[in-house]
């Protein structure tokens, strides 16, 4: 599976590809601007910068190329939604994210045409965008999970009450799969989402559109302003100032390019940060989030903390 | 003290400043609890001290790999001391890059060969087996420990040989019970596994190191602290007592650049290290880009939050346990009292009457509770945070004790007017220094209580439950002691939020530290 670079076929009514010819009686098409998206808003990059990204099938697509400065727009932005994000009640935080899915499977099409953008066949683009709306499903069945599972009563020898509880760690940057483009992003961030953190996201680089896409979904859900930001551009330009942002709590670097990685993870370790990444020797491949194998919660659980709580039993 | 010395001491007794920085500011003591201790107070003891003899410390320890005692590359020794006498206990050796080399290659082979080709419950067995052992080795586990690390024989004997027994009888049950550990998962283990443990509690660390790490399915290298190896290599004895398959724990000691080595060995794909912020974060850049799974268990700065409405008493005990425990060189420690405004002046006379009845002393008698403090460099730490306050503006306060004339001790510190910025707010000490805040609301307590870069613990003293849920939910800490303080269960995970550090130590979530689930 992977991208079909170059590979010609005729596109109906997608607002992204200039290329295709518009007979003189239609009407012009309105074409979309991709835009970073921080804070619930759709801001073009402060810096001014696009870069061009060549589609498919002809034509173009200006992508905005998010500057240091949009980053730390973006970690404000998630700071300020983390506290109200993270005290949502479990079930409540499940059913925004299942609403996410209602509304991805609305605009499955785009999606669709996102990834036929960006070289997908019509079966792979279908099977990506069907296996992400089921993902986010899926996911969305977690929160009010997680402390079941992850936590517990802790049976101590003393005359004490002892629990343990997952609390999410805060904001957590998500460097996303750069070869899963949707169904990549989707696994990595509805982990983060699931378990209460907010998300500053970099887009897989090549094929940005599906997050954009994704973006646009946000904007219209049940998902706060600001628990979820997504970024566009150039991950060796933004990493460096990612992986050593204090106010970033945690870093997904499944998407960080390997010559990055021990950078990147120098930068975490500066302050602390959790991080969580490809199994060692594990490529970063378009397959990895496929199937039953694919339901990854390495992402979810590294950026969560767990709080012991003792209390004596007695008078 | 009294002034009746145990008959080994020197019989001279002189009150000493707790450290040369220190103490032209010291305010005496109340003239009610000035004497506490003196010999004709009520509250005297006599003399009760362990033998010595109990511990059968060897004149000089080798490095333990693949089931063997072996020199080190170097063939250089170094002393390690007793912190109450300053007097040698015995030489170890110094292992060094070579050392570390080895003993991951027998750590390596004993993974592939034995031990991840063992029965599982053949590995559950071990673990009882060793637990067994310290158990009844507790006596000489317990002397070794408090004579090689200055912590009272109470503390030793009490809490950290018990709890390093029970980590490993805990951990044994978990040997055969990993598919339970990791629903829907399928647990592996990393391999080998490096770790690095602190001076604090050698004994203890290391079975929260080890129990969990080989009930996984891992094998070990574990390098103590320079200044506390001794129960660690007993230690090493008791794998052998027990049969452990050479190689399956190799404990080597050495200076940080062997921790170092162990650490980066790209055989070694797990690391596990407790100590310093500063020395954690060496480590994550160190292995940065390798692939190595890792956990850190870091330092702390403690709010002990004190409500208005608390049981007084009890809450002085808990202020007192936590920042008095092994001489405040834990982690953990409590070593910010928060206290509601509206008690602040009773709780302080009540605190200070209570610190002028701790007894500071030799670590082997069974009524001390504060010991000695573990090195020379650890006084200077204490000596040079405690001359901050000082010249920050806090008020400091001491109470008259007389601490033995050789030994390195330190008085019970306690600094009131303490403003959030003042470096003994906001660093470590790992010393016997409470730095106490006043507040007025319960959001003023939260708020200063997370006002640290630290997340290790927190104590909440009130007799109200609802408020002590809201509060602990809010409080930025792994571990939330309520109207108790320094608890410590193999059943249940420790460690820490923010700079403390990441993973968990203890319970379930301390065995998902050392597997790989797929």
Not at chain 2, 126 to 139: G, H, T, V
Not at chain 2, 193 to 208: C, D, K, S
Not at chain 2, 296 to 321: P, T, Y
Not at chain 2, 365 to 390: C, F, R, W, Y
């Amino acid at each position: 599976m992977g991208k079909k670079g170059g590979k010609k076929r005729e596109l109906r009514g997608s607002p992204l590809l200039g290329a295709v010819a518009v007979p003189d009686d239609a009407r012009l098409e309105v074409r979309r601007t991709p835009k970073l998206y921080i804070g619930g808003a759709f801001p073009r990059s402060e810096s001014g910068r696009t870069d061009v990204l060549p589609l498919a099938r002809g034509g173009s697509v200006n992508i905005a190329r998010a500057s240091r400065k949009d980053l730390r727009e973006a970690v404000k932005a998630a700071r300020s939604a983390a506290p109200a994000w993270a005290s949502r009640n479990a079930s409540l935080r499940g059913q925004i994210m299942y609403r996410v899915a209602e509304l991805m499977e609305g605009r499955a099409a785009q999606f669709r045409n996102d990834l036929l953008s960006h070289g997908y066949g019509k079966s792979e683009a279908t099977e990506e965008v069907t296996a992400s709306i089921d993902r986010l499903v899926w996911f969305a069945g977690w929160p009010d999970k997680i402390p079941a599972v992850l936590g517990g009563t802790n049976p101590v020898a003393s005359s004490h009450f002892v629990f343990t509880i997952p609390e999410p760690t805060g904001v957590v940057a998500v460097v996303a799969p750069e070869s899963s483009p949707l169904l990549g992003l989707i696994t990595r961030l509805a982990g983060v989402l699931a378990g209460g953190n907010v998300a500053v996201i970099v887009a897989s680089e090549g094929a940005p559109l599906p997050a954009v896409t994704l973006a646009e979904t946000l904007a219209v859900s049940d998902v706060p302003a600001g628990v979820v930001n997504i970024l566009t551009g150039r991950r060796a330009e933004l990493m460096p100032h990612l992986s050593r942002h204090a106010d970033i709590d945690g870093i997904d670097l499944w998407g960080c390019p390997d010559e990055l990685l021990m950078d990147a993870e120098r930068g975490a370790a500066d302050h602390v940060a959790r991080i969580a990444r490809r199994p060692h020797g594990e490529k970063d491949r378009a397959n990895a989030f496929i199937g039953e194998r694919g339901e990854r919660i390495d992402g979810m659980i590294a950026f969560l903390e767990m709080k012991t709580v003792w209390h004596p039993i007695g008078t | 003290m009294s002034s009746e010395q145990p008959p080994k001491r020197p019989a001279r007794v002189v009150k000493r400043a707790a450290a040369s920085a220190l103490p032209a500011s010291v305010t005496p003591a109340a003239p009610h609890v000035a004497s506490a201790l003196a010999a004709s107070s009520p509250w005297a003891y006599a003399p009760a001290p362990e033998s010595k003899e109990l511990a059968l410390i060897r004149p000089r320890y080798g490095l333990f790999i693949d089931g063997q005692e072996r020199a080190p590359a170097s063939g250089e020794v170094v002393i390690t001391y007793n912190p109450a006498t300053e007097e040698p206990l015995a030489e170890v050796a110094k292992g060094g890059v070579e050392d570390a080399d080895r003993a991951v290659g027998a750590a390596e082979r004993a993974h592939r060969k034995v031990w991840s080709r063992l029965a599982p419950r053949e590995r559950a067995k071990y673990l009882y087996r060793i637990s067994r052992i310290l158990q009844e080795r507790s006596r000489e586990f317990a002397v070794t420990e408090t004579l090689d690390s200055g912590k009272p024989i109470r503390e030793s004997r009490d809490v950290d040989v018990p709890l390093a027994a029970a980590h490993f009888w805990y951990y044994a049950g978990w040997a055969d019970k990993l598919e339970y550990a990791v629903p829907g998962r399928r647990p592996e283990s990393h391999g080998v596994v490096g770790q690095v443990i602190p001076w604090n509690f050698p004994l203890l660390m290391l079975a929260w190191k080890i129990a969990p790490a080989l009930a996984a399915g891992n094998t070990v290298v574990l390098k103590p602290a320079s200044t506390t190896p001794l129960t660690a290599l007993l230690f090493a004895d008791v794998c052998r007592q027990a049969d452990l398959p050479p190689g399956v724990v190799n404990i080597i000691t050495g200076p940080g650049e062997m921790g170092m080595a162990i650490a980066t060995d790209p055989r070694v794909a797990k690391v596990a290290f407790t100590g310093s912020t500063s020395i954690g974060i060496k480590i994550a850049q160190g292995i940065a880009g390798h692939g190595k799974a890792l956990t850190l268990e870091l330092g702390g700065k403690a709010a002990n939050i004190v409500f208005e409405d608390a049981a007084l008493d009890q809450a002085v005990e808990g202020v007192i346990n936590g920042i008095f425990f092994n001489q405040g060189e834990v982690c953990c420690a409590g070593s910010r009292l928060l206290v509601q405004e509206s008690i602040a002046e009773d709780f302080i006379a009540r605190l200070k009457d209570r610190m002028s009845t701790l007894r500071v002393g030799d670590p082997m008698d069974k009524n001390t509770d504060v010991g000695a403090i573990n090195s020379p460099a650890q006084m200077e730490t204490i000596g040079e945070l405690v001359s901050s306050g000082v010249a920050e503006g806090a008020n400091i306060w001491q109470p008259e004790c007389v601490l033995p004339e050789r030994g390195w001790f330190y008085k019970p510190t306690l600094f009131t007017n303490v403003a959030q910025s003042h470096r003994i707010a906001r660093e470590e000490i790992f010393g016997p220094v409470l730095s106490a805040i006043t507040f007025r609301t319960v959001d003023e307590a939260i708020e200063k209580a997370n006002n640290t870069a630290y997340g290790l613990s927190a104590g909440i003293w009130t007799e109200k439950g609802s408020r002590i849920l809201q509060v602990a939910a809010q409080l930025k800490a792994g571990v939330v002691w309520a109207n108790t303080f320094n608890r410590f269960d193999p059943t249940s995970p420790f460690g820490g939020y923010k700079e403390s550090g990441y993973g968990r130590e203890g319970g379930l979530q301390g065995l998902h530290a050392y597997l790989k689930s797929s």
